[in-house]
T-cell receptor, first 115, second 113 residues
Framework: EPEVTQTPSHQVTQMGQEVILRCVPI?????FYWYRQILGQKVEFLVS????????KSEIFDDQFSVERPDGSNFTLKIRSTKLEDSAMYFC?????????????FGNGTRLTVT | GNSVTQMEGPVTLSEEAFLTINCTYT??????LFWYVQYPGEGLQLLLK?????DKGSNKGFEATYRKETTSFHLEKGSVQVSDSAVYFC????????????FGKGTTLSVSS
């Protein structure tokens, strides 16, 4: 079964550095998402992306964050200047159709540790 | 706004016990409802879903029924196994195209033999 893949599985960075988290969504999917999960807390929506543009974003997704689909397969999340509170698991997800009943398919996540 | 409320965990059970994890929601219109499971060290996997009132989603012995009158989608399993130990997330999506999933806080289930 096709799956969403994320790299790296674990990223350690120093405060103030830029990080790029990478995702390869399922190939025929059209909608892409980033979520984060701070340790022991709820899974929070960051941003959704469709037709090469952001379709929805949360208040967490401020100017420090950006997303890009640089080619036909990758979907990236960039954090420009990391803060300690950005430490979390970041999950990428994709979906083939926009219908409400369509489930999101998640990757295994990237654990970001900011020191 | 739209939201999901789950019972607080952790839930600790012995093998073969009956499981209920409560989930209620607030949403405009008629959302689709989902349960996702996160096993230790892994990502989120879809467990089951229901898309309209009175639908029952089921998978791997787990069931949940979409109850519009009580705005609930409680997860149940008749006999849990140690391998069911995980975090369970209730979630909803409205029927606007491409909208994001909204998750509850998650309920940790621990099953001992």
């Amino acid at each position: 079964e096709p799956e969403v893949t994320q790299t790296p599985s674990h990223q350690v960075t120093q405060m103030g550095q830029e990080v790029i988290l990478r995702c390869v969504p399922i190939s025929n999917h059209l909608y892409f998402y980033w979520y984060r999960q701070i340790l022991g807390q709820k899974v929070e929506f960051l941003v959704s992306f469709y037709n090469n543009e952001i379709s929805e974003k949360s208040e967490i997704f401020d100017d420090q964050f950006s997303v890009e689909r640089p080619d036909g397969s990758n979907f990236t999340l960039k954090i420009r200047s990391t803060k300690l509170e950005d430490s979390a698991m970041y999950f990428c997800a994709s979906m083939n159709l926009g219908q409400g009943s369509s489930p999101l398919h998640f990757g295994n996540g990237t654990r970001l540790t900011v020191t | 706004g739209n939201s999901v409320t789950q019972m607080e965990g952790p839930v600790t059970l012995s093998e073969e016990a009956f499981l209920t994890i409560n989930c209620t929601y607030t949403a405009t219109g008629y959302p689709s409802l989902f349960w996702y499971v996160q096993y230790p060290g892994e990502g989120l996997q879809l467990l089951l879903k229901a898309t309209k009132a009175d639908d029952k989603g089921s998978n791997k012995g787990f069931e949940a029924t979409y109850r519009k009158e009580t705005t609930s989608f409680h997860l149940e399993k008749g006999s849990v196994q140690v391998s069911d130990s995980a975090v369970y997330f209730c979630a909803l999506r409205t029927n606007q195209a491409g909208t994001a999933l909204i998750f509850g806080k998650g309920t940790t289930l621990s099953v001992s033999s």
